[in-house]
């Protein structure tokens, strides 16, 4: 059996550092490279940190993740999913008997069969979603509002979400709206990215555009990625296009709007005199951005308590329909979004 000297022997560093980088402890000093090989050497070693693991318990769950614990790092969404579920499991005295991230399932196919509950989190190709129950009907998979009826799920139904917030900003006199975004992926067991057709905003805000009459004024700008980066070179480019400014940017993500943020600033562009900027997921770091952020809370913890609560029901009964949970957000107002007779637009 793995452990964490194996680790520490691997990325040459000591037993006592990697369990600080595992437990995300802030005063530890070492350099991102050495975080991302001792996260990379944990997943190609399956290794589960001794506080995941607790023979005394009963019942037993397992977690796959769509992202690797090295994008993680940039991905808090789904770092926040994961450590949450971890937390209620040690609540509810569930053994986390292993954290798999996508591209090792492919060694691990057998560990499917023993536990008593799979907790599948993100976007995958739909055909691996089969695979996995072929082993192990207890599944559960989240943030994947697409994923077929046949399995449980808890997610968000975003393409109604952003229809919601453009209406929102509509009636704050918006019509020149613009949206950043990621592109909708479904990754595969190879690492590699399937187009899985437009994202749920991005179809929202098409259809939205075109239903209000305000095609002029569409535009949409999808990167490769979710992250801070892609939302700075988005902003680059409608920048560059030299049009019109938009009066508000929807960024379809946090993340994205941070990177969004940072290139405006760096132009002199004010938040929210001159442009307006709303968001999807309400991290922590949202309400302490400057301005702060105006963003739609996705309830972390209700998701997880809901996936808690299917995994309990799974567990008491031999056989069980599949439940289908579809959470709400809610639009956190904050200082980065203005009624447009307020602004001095540019």
């Not at 991102?32 to 506080?51: A, G, S």
């Not at 952003?162 to 509509?170: A, E, I, Q, T």
Request: aromatic share 8%; glycine share 4%; with cysteine.
């Amino acid at each position: 059996m793995v452990n964490i000297r194996d680790v520490a022997k691997k990325a040459q560093v000591s037993p006592g550092t990697v369990s600080r980088i595992l437990n995300n402890d802030a005063s530890l000093s070492v350099n991102d490279q050495t975080r991302k090989r001792v996260f990379q050497i944990c997943e190609e070693l399956n290794y589960v940190p001794r506080k995941y693991k607790n023979k005394n318990q009963r019942k037993s769950i397992g977690i796959i993740s769509a992202i690797s614990r090295e994008e993680e790092i940039d991905d808090l969404y789904y770092r926040q999913i994961r450590e949450k579920l971890v937390q209620s499991s040690k609540l509810l005295e569930y053994r986390v008997d292993f954290m798999i991230h996508l591209p090792n399932l492919d060694n691990s196919w057998e560990r499917l069969k023993d536990v008593d509950c799979i907790i599948l989190v993100g976007y995958i190709q739909q055909e691996i979603h089969q695979q996995i129950y072929e082993l192990n009907q207890k599944l559960i998979i989240v943030d994947d509002y697409y994923c077929s009826p046949e399995y449980s799920s808890v997610a968000v139904d975003f393409h109604k979400e952003m229809l919601d917030m453009l209406d929102h900003v509509h009636a704050m006199g918006h019509q020149k709206i613009s949206f950043i975004g990621g592109q909708n992926q479904r990754l595969t067991l190879n690492k590699n990215h399937i187009a899985d057709g437009l994202g749920d905003r991005e179809q929202a805000y098409e259809e939205w555009m075109t239903m209000h009459k305000l095609e002029d004024f569409k535009r949409a700008y999808i990167g490769e990625q979710w992250y801070a980066q892609s939302g700075y070179d988005l902003t680059d480019q409608l920048l560059a296009e030299k049009k019109e400014l938009p009066t508000v940017i929807i960024a379809a993500s946090d993340m994205l709007a941070l990177g969004v943020l940072r290139r405006l600033s760096e132009e002199k562009i004010k938040v929210p005199q001159n442009i307006s900027i709303c968001s999807f997921d309400d991290l922590e770091m949202s309400a302490f951005l400057t301005p702060s952020l105006t963003t739609l809370k996705i309830d972390i913890d209700t998701m997880v308590y809901w996936i808690m609560q299917i995994c309990q029901n799974m567990m008491k009964e031999t056989e069980s329909l599949p439940t289908r949970i579809v959470l709400s957000g809610k639009l956190i107002e904050r200082e980065s979004l203005q009624e447009v007779g307020k602004m001095e637009l540019l």
